[in-house]
Nanobody
Framework: QVQLVESGGGLVQAGGSLRLSCAASGSTRTLNTMGWYHQAPGKQRALVASISVGGFTNYADSVKGRFTISRDIAKNTLYLQMNSLKPEDTAVYYC?????????WGQGTQVTVSS
């Protein structure tokens, strides 16, 4: 079992920055790719960014050049640095971790960007 706990969400003005963190605990040696997803009201949960154990990254087109995903394997922590935030980035952000057998999800953290 793996537990994921996100932190770092909040309210920020457009153009501002936030840094999300996701602390993993439990069977962390089984983790492969980790990522961040977001879900706005009335919309489906969608991938924001992901990072493999080897450090390969993937970003949604809407956040390229603004968001940076990183991972500290020694600390079992995933990060998402979000710069130049836009009102359309407003959503609940979820941490995701994949093993060979299943996905794990955090409880989510709200990010609200005011115009």
């Amino acid at each position: 079992q793996v537990q994921l706990v996100e932190s770092g969400g909040g309210l920020v003005q457009a153009g501002g920055s936030l840094r999300l963190s996701c602390a993993a605990s439990g069977s962390t040696r089984t983790l492969n790719t980790m990522g961040w997803y977001h879900q706005a009201p009335g919309k489906q949960r969608a991938l924001v960014a992901s990072i493999s154990v080897g450090g390969f990254t993937n970003y949604a087109d809407s956040v390229k050049g603004r968001f940076t995903i990183s991972r500290d394997i020694a600390k079992n922590t995933l990060y998402l640095q979000m710069n130049s935030l836009k009102p359309e980035d407003t959503a609940v952000y979820y941490c995701n971790a994949k093993t060979y057998s299943r996905d794990y999800w955090g409880q989510g953290t709200q990010v609200t960007v005011s115009s």
